[in-house]
Structure formats: C-alpha cells, structure tokens
C-alpha cells in the first residue's frame, strides 16, 4: 500500500527556461542511474531479503526515490511549460517535443528510453545490497555533472539535496550489507541456503 | 493582500512540514539499520509529533495533504483542488 501526499519532498521554484538543463536533466528522470530505476530497484528487489531490516530499508529507501522522480519531473516541467515548439527544437528537444509533448515521460538526456534492464535483482541480498551501493554512486556522479553544467541558484538547490541522498543512501545499504554479512555468519546461513545444490 | 498572506504562511507551514518531515526520514532510515538506537527513536518520535501537528495545521487551512481515508475533506470534495505539487512547486 501506498499513499500519495500532496507535496513535494524539497521545494521546487525553477524560475529559469534553460531548456537544454531540462534535457540533461531527464538522465535523472529516465536515465539507467536516474531516480526511476532507483526506485523500481529497491522495491522489487525487497522480496528476497532475508531480514526485518533490510525488507525496511529497501521499502523505505525505494518509497524515497519516488518522492525524488517528483522533484526530478517538477524540475523539468517548471523549464518546459512555458517554452514554445521553437525554442524546444532548438535546444535539442524538437524530437522529444514531437512525440511527447509537454508531458514527462521516461527517456534519457539523449531520447533514450527507460528500460527495466537497467536493473537488476538476484535473489541474493550480498550481489543486491553491493548493486544498490554501486547505483548510489553512479547517481550521485551524474548529480555531480548536472550541478557543474548549471549556475542557477533555483536548479542547484534541488540537485544539491538529491546528491546529498544519494551519499545518505549509501552509507545506509553499506550498513544493511554488514548487517547481511553478520546474518549470514550466524547459524541462519544454512537455513537460507538449505535449498541451494551446494548445501 | 489577503491572498499574499495565505500564500506566505502556506510556503511557510509547507516548508516547516518539509524540514520536520526531513529530520523524520533520515531518523526512519536509520533505525531500520539501529532500531535499538534509544536517542535516535525518542529523536523520531519526538519529530512525528511535530510534524503531525503542522499537516493538522496545514490541512485546517489548505485541504487535505492525503486521501484514501487518511484526511478529511470539507465540501466539496478538496482533493481535486489547485495548485499541485509540481505546478506550485512545494
């Protein structure tokens, strides 16, 4: 279950119509590191883990990053709204213009669509937790580039506290892969594992 | 002048929500990984109650924050009320 609250998680008030910043910005919206495949990682990828904690983590952790495709979609909404087809097309939007309008809709910064095969889930929480690690990581680069493409205050205030979640984010799935390691070195190893041909 | 002073203090009453509800989650995620951790849940359960006073507050006088039976909406039916989250930027 969930439930949607009318709001934003951080403040969105983008006064700018740097379109070509509305383009790059879409990497965080349908990119393979963007806040989608964050989202849809963790919340199928909870099924599988073995602990109260981690079931947690990854709920709450995957119920966050939706909050951040919001931010993500306002950000590049609030850019595009008021620009005219000319404008779109001259910024590199023309294609994307074309066939979406001015709806949001999951592509990369270069028209690429969002696939699930940017994700992966193994069934297994030590491959699981490490790939949630690496994608933080990989998150919080492209925050980095977008941040240095831009100097508008309005554009880096959001940018700033995404990249600040994502190295949140990634102190907390190092802490849940430790929690993992000591759960698998307690007697519960072979419990789980009990089906597996090597046991 | 009677709209702009709505307008303030809902920016206002949003952004308090916004930062007790930050506080809120990064306790949340933390607890997941500590949920023994004494100071951290009395931190939390302080922060809800906070933040469940200023969504009552903020609902008393802008609509309901969430639907599906979790607020109550004065007639008609305020959910569907303007401005959204992306149009309006909070």
Same mark, same amino acid.
Do not use: C
């Given at each position: 279950?969930?439930?949607?609250?009318?709001?934003?998680?951080?403040?969105?008030?983008?006064?700018?119509?740097?379109?070509?910043?509305?383009?790059?910005?879409?990497?965080?919206?349908?990119?393979?590191?963007? &806040?989608?495949? =964050?989202?849809?990682?963790?919340?199928?990828? +909870?099924? !599988?883990? /073995?602990?109260?904690?981690?079931? %947690?983590? *990854?709920?709450?952790?995957?119920?966050?990053?939706?909050?951040?495709? &919001?931010?993500? =979609?306002?950000?590049?909404?609030?850019?595009? +709204?008021? !620009?005219? /087809?000319?404008?779109?097309?001259? %910024?590199? *939007?023309?294609?994307?213009?074309?066939?979406?309008?001015?709806?949001?809709?999951?592509?990369?910064?270069?028209?690429?669509?969002?696939?699930?095969?940017?994700?992966?889930?193994?069934?297994?929480?030590?491959?699981?937790?490490?790939?949630?690690?690496?994608?933080?990581?990989?998150?919080?680069?492209?925050?980095?580039?977008?941040?240095?493409?831009?100097?508008?205050?309005?554009?880096?205030?959001?940018?700033?506290?995404?990249?600040?979640?994502?190295?949140?984010?990634?102190?907390?799935?190092?802490?849940?892969?430790?929690?993992?390691?000591?759960?698998?070195?307690?007697?519960?190893?072979?419990?789980?594992?009990?089906?597996?041909?090597?046991? | 002048?009677?709209?702009?002073?709505?307008?303030?203090?809902?920016?206002?009453?949003?952004?308090?929500?916004?930062?007790?509800?930050?506080?809120?989650?990064?306790?949340?995620?933390?607890?997941?990984?500590?949920?023994?951790?004494?100071?951290?849940?009395?931190?939390?359960?302080?922060?809800?109650?906070?933040?469940?006073?200023?969504?009552?507050?903020?609902?008393?006088?802008?609509?309901?924050?969430?639907?599906?039976?979790?607020?109550?909406?004065?007639?008609?039916?305020?959910?569907?009320?303007?401005?959204?989250?992306?149009?309006?930027?909070?």
């Amino acid at each position: 279950m969930w439930i949607y609250e009318k709001k934003l998680q951080y403040p969105v008030r983008v006064r700018s119509k740097d379109l070509k910043m509305a383009k790059a910005l879409l990497s965080q919206y349908g990119g393979p590191d963007g &806040e989608l495949s =964050a989202s849809l990682r963790y919340l199928t990828q +909870r099924y !599988a883990m /073995p602990t109260g904690k981690t079931k %947690a983590l *990854l709920t709450d952790i995957g119920t966050e990053e939706m909050a951040h495709v &919001e931010i993500i =979609a306002t950000m590049i909404h609030q850019i595009i +709204r008021d !620009a005219s /087809p000319e404008e779109l097309k001259e %910024a590199g *939007l023309g294609g994307y213009y074309a066939q979406n309008g001015k709806d949001l809709y999951w592509v990369d910064a270069e028209g690429v669509p969002w696939t699930a095969a940017y994700v992966r889930a193994v069934g297994d929480p030590v491959a699981d937790l490490m790939e949630d690690m690496a994608a933080e990581q990989k998150a919080r680069a492209v925050y980095e580039h977008l941040i240095s493409m831009t100097r508008e205050p309005d554009i880096i205030a959001p940018l700033r506290f995404l990249w600040q979640r994502e190295i949140v984010h990634f102190q907390r799935f190092g802490e849940a892969l430790q929690h993992i390691y000591d759960y698998l070195d307690s007697r519960h190893y072979f419990q789980m594992g009990k089906d597996h041909p090597l046991y | 002048m009677k709209d702009s002073r709505d307008k303030r203090s809902r920016e206002e009453l949003i952004r308090a929500i916004q930062e007790y509800e930050f506080a809120a989650v990064e306790l949340n995620l933390y607890l997941d990984n500590f949920p023994r951790h004494k100071d951290a849940l009395e931190d939390y359960n302080y922060i809800t109650k906070v933040l469940n006073q200023l969504k009552a507050e903020y609902e008393k006088g802008f609509g309901p924050l969430k639907n599906f039976g979790e607020d109550m909406s004065d007639y008609p039916w305020q959910w569907v009320d303007e401005p959204w989250p992306w149009d309006y930027g909070y």
